[in-house]
């Protein structure tokens, strides 16, 4: 019986389909493996180990690109590496492959003539080492092996070109042999469980191509540092474990060390399994900083995101002690009243008007999940008053509270809320004024903190509210509620935004104004794989997303489907409708069964075209997307 997720040669041998599927594997201290299936890495972000390097910056660092493996018998080779230059691929080693599974760990199998060579790929949990264990299946005549590694030692948003900067010495250590090729980089140790000989051929490789890049209008040819290679005698039924790494490794222990990696895992077996394993890979523990990474392979970490995710990443598997660990982390970079939008400590950025009051909804979870609400009052109601008197008053960005009780923000050239595209023309979608979800969750935050308070000033502020959002925002004309409202000036496009207004824990909309809020939603921007950024009917929807930077910013949140909306929309309805909504959102949710074979195999992409097939696009895992569907799916048993 073949596992939940596996691909047999036919799918594997064809470039079409393969180079469409890959892999993202991450330990907890912010370390990754990505390429596709077969092993080519088709974008500048792939690379057998990308790590972060403190000491030069905060971004992360393809050290390892990847590696080509020779099998040799009676003094013939066959390269079961693949790679795209210019007008062709070679070598073509994916013509080897038997089939892909991906239980417990990515494991590629390659038939050469008699020989049948299996491939398994793992990190370790706490080093930024990655291993890969060959073992020999069948083989009739003795058999080498021969490692050939691909050096980047480069941040992952560039590319290498070939210079004479590089440092092209190497040091021999056990089993193998170690690389710096610039002083401020960390050292990387290539080492095998078994002794081998390096064989030093130092040679640049030009212009590998990365296709995923050309597609997105970037530059996408790099050239690579291949320093020579390893070689060993490989027996039927051995098992040799090549580890990469910033520390050496002692060989002894590697098979033991590769068991432990294989007992940890969560196994791969049905969607739900899928769901909780890339749950974890977004999770980020390093120099005592507990953090969420928002998407593989290029984003860091975001205040919006990171507490719109934590609960369905962190609770809904559970994990409550890990959950407070972020918290507790995100408020060290608390500045006033608003949280970074991208990064912490010096390179931070806090346009987001939102995040500040996500992180109420955030809390509020726990407390659902846990019970306790004594800890978030002890731990947090400080900085949650600070945040509402800031808004009160007024912060940055003209982000400020009007004589209504709504809240109004905005400042020329700067998006302020998720909608928040910029092209060198400014923000696609500037959204200044009050935009429709942060009256709701500005009204949310005043009644939690009431709540754990007890302070009536916020009781009677929310009530206020209320009574505003009411008046400026819905019209029985149109049946739904504006997205922005600036003075007398009000946008009526059909956006996801309002749907906020029917899910958050203190609801700012009535029942029946609930209803045909989440029917509009249903109607016009609903998809098998989450909501649309704007209705179809819209003059300026676009249905796919594609193309250089600014066609796809333009594109981004006017039409592209975005999946972490799904739990948003599940939780009003399942609230208005109850056990006659479980079918339906039941369904909904086993439509992302069929996403776990495409684009990012095992996760849930960052986003969709608005059109249909809805393909995937953007970021191949994304933490919000997987975080929502799991609370869904909590939202769903507890009917």
């Known amino acids: ?37 077969i092993g080519c890495n088709t974008r500048k972000y792939h690379g057998l180990l990308v790590v972060p390097q403190p000491q030069i910056d905060s971004q992360n660092h393809v050290m390892l690109s990847t590696v080509h493996e020779t099998v040799i018998q009676h003094g013939a080779s066959f390269n079961l590496g693949i790679a795209k230059y210019p007008g062709n691929y070679s070598p073509r080693g994916h013509k080897y492959l038997e089939d892909f599974d991906s239980e417990p760990i990515p494991k590629l199998t390659y038939r050469v003539g008699g020989v049948l060579l299996q491939k ?24 080498t092996l021969r490692i050939q590694p691909f ?22 250590v056990a089993n193998g042999v170690k690389f ?38 970037y530059d996408y040819q790099e050239d690579l540092f291949v320093p020579g290679y390893l070689e060993f005698e490989i027996s039927k039924g051995e098992s040799v474990i090549f580890s990469a790494g ?15 990696e294989i007992a940890r895992r969560i196994p791969r077996n049905n969607f739900e399994n899928c769901l909780k394993n890339s749950a974890g890979q977004f999770i980020r523990q390093r120099d005592g900083e507990v953090r969420i990474i928002a998407g593989y ?137 009050c935009p429709v979800e942060i009256q709701a969750l500005w009204y949310n935050a005043l009644c939690f903190y009431h709540e754990l308070s007890g302070e009536e000033e916020y009781a009677a502020l929310a009530a206020k509210v209320k009574e505003s959002f009411d008046r400026e925002f819905w019209s029985w004309d149109y049946g739904y509620l504006a997205d922005v ?39 016009k921007l609903l998809t098998p794989r989450g909501l649309r950024s704007l209705s179809p009917d819209d003059p300026g929807y676009k249905g796919y997303y594609f193309g250089n930077q600014i066609s796809r910013d333009q594109a981004y949140h006017n039409g592209t489907v975005w999946a ?23 369904k909904i949710i086993k439509g992302f069964d069929g996403v776990m074979t495409q684009y990012g195999v095992g996760t849930v992409a960052e986003i969709y075209d608005g059109d249909a097939p809805h393909r995937p696009k953007g970021s191949v895992s994304q933490a919000w997307s997987i975080a929502e569907l799991l609370r869904m799916i909590d939202l769903v048993k507890q009917i």
Not at 496 to 510: C, G, H, K, V, W
Not at 564 to 586: D, M, N, P, S, T
């Open 297 to 433: 392979p290029w984003f860091g970490w975001w205040g919006r995101d990171t507490f719109i995710a934590a609960p369905g990443l962190t609770l809904a598997t559970g994990e409550p002690e890990t959950f407070l660990a972020i918290m507790d982390t995100m408020s060290k970079d608390l500045k006033g009243a608003l949280f970074p939008n991208i990064g912490s400590g010096d390179y931070t950025n806090m346009t987001s008007i939102d995040a500040p009051l996500w992180f109420f909804w955030s809390l509020q979870q726990y407390i659902r999940y846990t019970g306790d609400k004594k800890t978030i009052q002890d731990r947090y109601l400080s900085k949650l008053r600070g945040i509402l008197e800031g808004y009160k008053e007024g912060t940055d960005f003209n982000i400020h509270m009007l004589p209504s009780g709504l809240i109004w923000g905005g400042q020329e050239g700067v998006a302020l809320t998720w909608m928040d595209a910029i092209t060198p023309d400014g923000p696609v979608t500037p959204r200044m004024g």
């Open 564 to 586: 972490w909306l799904l739990g948003h929309f599940a939780q009003g309805y399942l609230r208005l409708h109850g056990k006659a909504a479980k079918i339906f959102v039941e």
């Open 151 to 172: 050096l980047a030692f480069r941040g992952y948003h560039q590319l290498q070109k070939a210079n004479d900067r590089i440092n092209k010495a190497y040091e021999v």
């Open 180 to 217: 710096q090729l610039y002083p401020n980089y960390d050292p990387l140790y290539m080492q095998l469980s078994k002794e081998a000989t390096f064989h030093s051929q130092p040679d640049w490789y030009h212009n590998l191509e990365y296709i995923q890049e050309r597609e997105r209008g």
């Open 120 to 143: 398994e790929l793992i990190l370790d949990s706490n080093r930024d080492r990655v291993m890969i264990r060959y073992t020999l299946l069948e083989a009739h005549s003795p058999t």
């Open 246 to 260: 910033l520390t050496d490794a002692d060989p002894e222990t590697r098979a033991n060390a590769f068991s432990k």
């Open 1 to 37: 019986m073949s596992s939940y997720i596996h691909f047999d040669k036919s799918q594997l041998i064809n470039l079409n389909y393969s180079l469409e599927r890959e892999i993202i594997r991450t330990n907890r201290s912010g370390v990754y493996t990505s390429t596709t299936i």
């Open 485 to 523: 409202v600036d003075g007398e000036e009000k946008d009526w496009s059909i956006r996801p935004n309002m749907l906020f207004a029917t899910s958050l824990p203190y609801r700012i909309l009535e029942e029946e104004k609930c209803d045909k809020v989440l029917e509009i939603v249903k109607s």
